[in-house]
């Protein structure tokens, strides 16, 4: 598989949209969570549990809280070199951007929590079963996470399409 270069876009594989795709089917309605970590050229995703409703309110259906399994093993592999490149979450409103909720976890002093991460939000309405999950990315940029192109590499390196969506209001 060809390197996938570092940027400003949102570049995924495929089969990890896939992946993150029928993680949050299987969550819904509850938010799935996770993140996407790469290594030189390695790159692997965490399907983390959402722990929200240990917290709540808000329930795991209007928030995500990763579990501190997941969290030791995120930190024990960044001590091993990985990074944290993306941070996905499910929206089973159907809201695709980032919350107001979202934006102050990822930027809880006006600096970003994890600094070159990029989030993901897999969007659907939990009731339409049949339909297929939104993706929207965002990376920071001039001081907040803005809406960013997404691109969707097949794992050849040869095709891809532009899943952008248009920017949405706050929720
Ligand atoms: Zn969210």
Same mark, same amino acid.
């Given at each position: 598989m060809r390197a996938i270069p570092a940027g400003c876009d949102l570049i995924l594989v495929? @089969?990890? =949209?896939?992946?993150? *795709?029928?993680?949050?089917? /299987?969550?819904?309605?509850?938010?799935?969570?996770g993140v996407i970590l790469t290594r030189g050229t390695g790159r692997q995703i965490i399907e983390a549990k959402n722990v929200q409703d240990l917290f709540g309110p808000p329930s795991a259906e209007r928030a995500f809280r990763v579990d501190d399994g997941s969290l030791q /093993?995120? =930190? &024990? !592999?960044?001590?091993? *070199?990985? /990074?944290?490149a993306v941070i996905y979450h499910s929206? &089973?409103? *159907?809201?695709?951007? =980032? @919350?107001?909720?979202?934006?102050?976890a990822a930027v809880p002093a006006g600096r970003p929590l994890y600094p070159g991460a990029e989030y993901l939000v897999a969007a659907k309405r939990a009731r339409h079963a049949d339909g297929a999950w939104t993706f929207s990315a965002y990376a920071w940029e001039r001081g907040e996470y803005r809406l960013a192109p !997404? &691109?969707?590499?097949?794992? @050849?390196?040869?095709?891809s399409e532009n899943l952008a969506a248009s920017d949405a209001p706050l929720g």
């Amino acid at each position: 598989m060809r390197a996938i270069p570092a940027g400003c876009d949102l570049i995924l594989v495929a @089969s990890e =949209l896939e992946q993150i *795709g029928q993680h949050a089917h /299987r969550e819904a309605p509850r938010e799935c969570c996770g993140v996407i970590l790469t290594r030189g050229t390695g790159r692997q995703i965490i399907e983390a549990k959402n722990v929200q409703d240990l917290f709540g309110p808000p329930s795991a259906e209007r928030a995500f809280r990763v579990d501190d399994g997941s969290l030791q /093993r995120i =930190l &024990t !592999l960044c001590q091993d *070199g990985w /990074r944290v490149a993306v941070i996905y979450h499910s929206h &089973t409103n *159907g809201f695709p951007g =980032l @919350s107001a909720r979202d934006r102050e976890a990822a930027v809880p002093a006006g600096r970003p929590l994890y600094p070159g991460a990029e989030y993901l939000v897999a969007a659907k309405r939990a009731r339409h079963a049949d339909g297929a999950w939104t993706f929207s990315a965002y990376a920071w940029e001039r001081g907040e996470y803005r809406l960013a192109p !997404l &691109t969707v590499q097949e794992a @050849s390196g040869a095709a891809s399409e532009n899943l952008a969506a248009s920017d949405a209001p706050l929720g």
